[in-house]
C-alpha cells in the first residue's frame, strides 16, 4: 500500500519522548525514513523498537542539539547520503526548574537560552539548506504560552523561540520552505509533570493523538 510519505526523509530533533518521538512514529508509519535526534539514547532505542515494530524505518542520531560540530556533521551525512531531507520537526526543549524570578540561577538560564533560543537558531542555519532542496519542504515547531509563576526563564525562551519560528515562517512565506508553528493540547509529558505535580494525568491528552491532529492536516 502506498503510504503518503514515501520516499521522505524527516529529520525530528528532540525525537526521545513526548511529542517528538509521537512525531516521529506517526512519520515512518506513513512512509518516512525517520533520523530521530536525541540526547537520550535509551529513549532513541526504545523509539527505534517501536518504528520497527510497525514495519517502519529509523535512523538514530544521538546527538546534543547545542553541539554546533555535531549537527553540521550531521546534516553533512544526511546530504551524502540522501542528497536532502524533505520535513523537519522540532520538538526539543529544555526546561530550568520552577523557581521565583529574582532567584534564578545563571546555569539555568544559561541552559535555557542555549537550547531553546541558540540552539534553535543555529538549527535553522544548518538545516535549511538541507531541506531547501526538496520538492516540498516543511519545518514543524511547537509553541505553548507559558505564562505561570516560577517559570519566567522557561516562558522567556519560549517566547523568544516563538518569534524566531514566526520570523522565519514570514520570510518563507513566498518561496519556502513552509514554516509551521503548532499548538499541542496539554499532554502528560516528563516537563509538564515537573510544572504540574498532583495533576490528574487521565485528563491530558496522548501525545500519539496530538501527534495525528497536528501532521495530518500537513501532509494530507
Same mark, same amino acid.
Given at each position: ?17 513526548? &511529542? ?30 517501536? &518504528? ?60 535555557? &537560552? ?16 538541507? &531541506?531547501? #532542496? ?42 519556502g520552505p513552509k514554516v509551521h508553528l503548532?499548538?499541542?493540547? #496539554? ?34
Open positions: 500500500m502506498n503510504k503518503i510519505l514515501d520516499g521522505r526523509i524527516a529529520l525530528v530533533t528532540g525525537a526521545s519522548r513526548g &511529542i517528538g518521538a509521537a512525531s516521529a512514529e506517526w512519520l515512518a508509519e506513513h512512509g518516512a525514513h525517520v533520523v530521530a535526534v536525541a540526547r537520550t539514547v535509551g529513549g532513541l532505542e526504545d523509539l527505534d523498537d517501536r &518504528i520497527k515494530a510497525k514495519g517502519g524505518q529509523a535512523t538514530l542520531a544521538p546527538i546534543d542539539l547545542t553541539d554546533d560540530d555535531a549537527i553540521a556533521h550531521l546534516c553533512r551525512s544526511i546530504y551524502d547520503r540522501w542528497g536532502k531531507a524533505d520535513i523537519w520537526v522540532h520538538a526539543a526543549i529544555h526546561a530550568s526548574p520552577l523557581t521565583p524570578a529574582p532567584h534564578y540561577q545563571l546555569k539555568d538560564l544559561e541552559a535555557d &537560552i542555549g537550547t531553546n533560543i541558540r540552539g534553535l537558531a543555529r538549527l535553522i542555519a544548518m538545516v535549511e539548506p538541507l &531541506i531547501a #532542496p526538496s520538492d516540498a519542504p516543511q519545518a514543524v515547531f511547537f509553541d505553548d504560552d507559558w505564562e505561570e509563576k516560577y517559570g519566567g526563564a522557561y516562558g522567556m525562551s519560549k517566547a523568544a523561540q516563538r518569534a524566531l519560528v514566526q520570523c522565519w515562517k514570514a520570510e518563507t512565506a513566498k518561496h503548532l499548538r499541542p493540547e #496539554p499532554m502528560p509529558t516528563a516537563t509538564r509533570a515537573r510544572f504540574y505535580p498532583g495533576e490528574n494525568r487521565d485528563a491530558l491528552t496522548h501525545p500519539s493523538v496530538e501527534a495525528e491532529r497536528l501532521l495530518r492536516p500537513l501532509f494530507a
